[in-house]
């Protein structure tokens, strides 16, 4: 790999690293307001907000100009939410911003690899930015809990630096303000980041045409026999993760009884296993037999709903790591093949923000129903029972789907070749 990756991959490490820290500091500033149990997935709606209305322009923003700079500008928007969090606005309102900028730098991070690297290295290149991502997400989660936990902050809080007052005086303060510095650091990356010397297509002013252009793409990509599958792939997978972050919580503090804290740590376990599947896939799976790891989809969906069962520490933990595993296996050649055929049909930023609006659509709809059931005062273990059986059968309807398309391509062929005789 070009070295010019490695500062692509180190910039995304500390961006994600900080969302993630910061997703757990949010959760712990609703708890010490007092909020609704329920507002806690509605941390990740706001977040993702922006993903979905935004789609039509983001795509357009990041094929504009260099993508360093898309980076950098979107980085800068996150560090402005993180601020808001720090001084006191609501964690909704404040991780609503930070989405924003995550919205916008999204087709950067991944489109500069489509203009970057050769086709041939796509499959690997995103085995190791999905593993690194997943690594952000583990390490994230871990020091946000490791944080908040009260005789850590008590620690951090009594350290005085010389000559400077900080005016931080609380355990959510000070979390913030460090992730304010991973957001900083990621900021500092995103300058040297490479310019691919991609030509860059002027900005319209017009938002009537950019939508239209949007919409144009997205019918593009899902007529697409290839691209509507692996969207149909990422789109449930991304949907169900950030379902399965609220849902270990939740089942962690009721079947494990752990607080906070230690339950936050179990999502970095599922974390460890996404890494470990990514790669491996990165390492076993090529471009052209991407879809053939679409079975384990429907692997992981069923293994899901052994978490019903488990009572013990011992028996979550290979549980969360294999689930994970599995996710990772079967998502990244999926994104690799989404990548490729989105380049190949319309440009890097436009296929990433296509994929963006109807991973984070799934990601909306699937916290929503989350927010629904827990409203409702449903049984974690029937959510549980629910996602496990609907993510399954989803990925049993897009093998289907597959197939059929197989079918109807090699029918074409012979069409054609009758035709010739």
Request: glycine share 8%.
């Given at each position: 790999m070009p070295f010019g990756f490695y500062i692509i991959m180190a910039a995304q490490f500390f961006s994600a690293l900080a969302d993630n820290a910061l997703l757990i500091a949010a959760i712990y500033a609703l708890r010490e307001l007092q909020a609704p149990a329920e507002y806690e997935p509605l941390l990740k709606t706001f977040f993702t907000v922006s993903y979905v209305i935004l789609a039509a322009f983001v795509g357009a923003f990041a094929d504009s100009m260099p993508k360093w700079r898309v980076m950098f500008i979107s980085n800068t928007i996150k560090i402005v939410g993180c601020a808001m969090m720090f001084f006191a606005v609501h964690p909704l309102a404040a991780y609503a911003v930070v989405g924003l900028g995550a919205a916008a730098y999204s087709p950067a991070k991944y489109g500069i690899l489509t203009e970057y690297l050769p086709h041939r290295l796509l499959v690997v290149a995103n085995g190791w930015i999905e593993g690194l991502t997943v690594g952000a997400i583990i390490l994230g989660v871990v020091i946000g809990g490791t944080l908040i936990k009260p005789e850590i902050a008590q620690t951090l809080l009594a350290f005085d630096f010389p000559l400077l007052d900080t005016g931080i005086d609380s355990t959510g303060e000070m979390v913030i303000g460090i992730v304010g510095v991973l957001y900083l650091l990621a900021a500092l990356f995103n300058l040297y980041v490479p310019d691919t010397g991609v030509d860059h297509k002027p900005l319209k002013k017009n938002p009537v045409y950019l939508v239209h252009e949007f919409n144009h793409c997205l019918m593009l990509l899902w007529r697409d026999k290839l691209g509507q599958i692996s969207l149909a792939v990422?789109?449930?997978?991304?949907?169900?993760?950030?379902?399965?972050?609220?849902?270990?919580?939740?089942?962690?503090?009721?079947?494990?009884?752990?607080?906070?804290?230690?339950?936050?740590?179990?999502?970095?376990?599922?974390?460890?296993?996404?890494?470990?599947?990514?790669?491996?896939?990165?390492?076993?799976?090529?471009?052209?037999?991407?879809?053939?790891?679409?079975?384990?989809?429907?692997?992981?969906?069923?293994i899901v709903l052994a978490m019903i069962l488990v009572r013990d520490m011992w028996l979550a933990v290979p549980l969360l790591i294999l689930v994970g595993g599995l996710s990772g296996f079967f998502v990244v050649p999926m994104n690799a093949l989404l990548q490729h055929r989105g380049h190949i049909l319309m440009g890097a930023g436009h296929s990433i923000a296509v994929q963006n609006f109807n991973e984070n659509l799934s990601i909306l709809v699937m916290t929503g129903l989350y927010f629904v059931m827990i409203r409702a005062d449903l049984s974690i273990y029937w959510v549980i029972t629910l996602f496990g059986l609907f993510v399954a059968g989803t990925m049993y309807l897009v093998k289907r789907q597959h197939e059929l398309n197989q079918r109807l391509h090699d029918d074409v062929i012979h069409l054609d070749d009758s035709a010739q005789h």
């Amino acid at each position: 790999m070009p070295f010019g990756f490695y500062i692509i991959m180190a910039a995304q490490f500390f961006s994600a690293l900080a969302d993630n820290a910061l997703l757990i500091a949010a959760i712990y500033a609703l708890r010490e307001l007092q909020a609704p149990a329920e507002y806690e997935p509605l941390l990740k709606t706001f977040f993702t907000v922006s993903y979905v209305i935004l789609a039509a322009f983001v795509g357009a923003f990041a094929d504009s100009m260099p993508k360093w700079r898309v980076m950098f500008i979107s980085n800068t928007i996150k560090i402005v939410g993180c601020a808001m969090m720090f001084f006191a606005v609501h964690p909704l309102a404040a991780y609503a911003v930070v989405g924003l900028g995550a919205a916008a730098y999204s087709p950067a991070k991944y489109g500069i690899l489509t203009e970057y690297l050769p086709h041939r290295l796509l499959v690997v290149a995103n085995g190791w930015i999905e593993g690194l991502t997943v690594g952000a997400i583990i390490l994230g989660v871990v020091i946000g809990g490791t944080l908040i936990k009260p005789e850590i902050a008590q620690t951090l809080l009594a350290f005085d630096f010389p000559l400077l007052d900080t005016g931080i005086d609380s355990t959510g303060e000070m979390v913030i303000g460090i992730v304010g510095v991973l957001y900083l650091l990621a900021a500092l990356f995103n300058l040297y980041v490479p310019d691919t010397g991609v030509d860059h297509k002027p900005l319209k002013k017009n938002p009537v045409y950019l939508v239209h252009e949007f919409n144009h793409c997205l019918m593009l990509l899902w007529r697409d026999k290839l691209g509507q599958i692996s969207l149909a792939v990422t789109t449930l997978f991304w949907g169900a993760g950030a379902t399965l972050q609220f849902i270990v919580i939740k089942w962690a503090e009721v079947a494990l009884s752990l607080d906070l804290s230690k339950s936050s740590m179990l999502q970095g376990v599922v974390a460890i296993g996404v890494a470990g599947g990514a790669i491996v896939a990165a390492k076993l799976v090529t471009l052209r037999k991407s879809v053939r790891v679409i079975p384990l989809g429907i692997a992981m969906g069923l293994i899901v709903l052994a978490m019903i069962l488990v009572r013990d520490m011992w028996l979550a933990v290979p549980l969360l790591i294999l689930v994970g595993g599995l996710s990772g296996f079967f998502v990244v050649p999926m994104n690799a093949l989404l990548q490729h055929r989105g380049h190949i049909l319309m440009g890097a930023g436009h296929s990433i923000a296509v994929q963006n609006f109807n991973e984070n659509l799934s990601i909306l709809v699937m916290t929503g129903l989350y927010f629904v059931m827990i409203r409702a005062d449903l049984s974690i273990y029937w959510v549980i029972t629910l996602f496990g059986l609907f993510v399954a059968g989803t990925m049993y309807l897009v093998k289907r789907q597959h197939e059929l398309n197989q079918r109807l391509h090699d029918d074409v062929i012979h069409l054609d070749d009758s035709a010739q005789h």
